[in-house]
């Protein structure tokens, strides 16, 4: 009788001779067989610091080299790195733009739609340059007409 160690465990379990020749039992159960099948490593959390399990791809299709352990995880270490002075259009502290307009006390509306409500106001460039900061070039609109401006060439009235 061929008994033979499995390759995870180290547990001897019988192989029949027919399925040793053809290169069968080479783990002793379904669950040993999955474990021997896997692929990839476990790897720590850059933020939390959990261990986590990443297959191959994963390590081809990282830019920064950095794992964690979800999504969460991955926007709370993106929002801590990349705020402040570590951000790249980082310009000091200070928006600008929103307050050389609300400085001048230019009516906040929409100037496409009409819309006062302030929480979905943001300042928009009428010449599409974000380094002309002067009060001409500056103008008050609402996301939704903001998004048509810039992506299906609306025309500020």
């Known amino acids: 009788m061929p008994n033979v160690k499995c390759k995870i465990c180290d547990k001897e379990f019988y192989v ?3 399925h040793q020749e053809l290169g069968y039992g080479k783990y002793c159960s379904i669950k040993c067989r999955n474990e021997g099948q896997k692929k990839g490593r476990y790897v720590i959390c850059e933020r939390c610091g959990n ?24 926007t709370k270490w993106r929002n801590e790195f990349y705020s402040g002075e570590k951000h790249y259009y980082w310009r000091g502290g200070e928006y600008t733009y929103r307050n050389t307009i609300l400085k001048s006390k230019t009516v906040q509306e929409c100037k496409m739609c009409g819309i006062k ?19 001409e070039n500056l103008a008050w609109l609402c996301r939704n007409c903001h998004y048509l401006v810039h992506n299906h060439n609306e025309k500020v009235k």
Do not use: A
């Open 16 to 18: 029949k001779p027919s």
């Open 51 to 74: 261990q986590t399990w990443r297959v191959p791809k994963d390590f081809n299709k990282s830019k920064s080299g950095k794992f964690f352990c979800g999504k969460s995880c991955q």
């Open 117 to 135: 409500d302030k929480r979905l106001l943001i300042v928009h460039h009428l010449d599409h340059n974000r380094r002309n900061p002067k009060l």
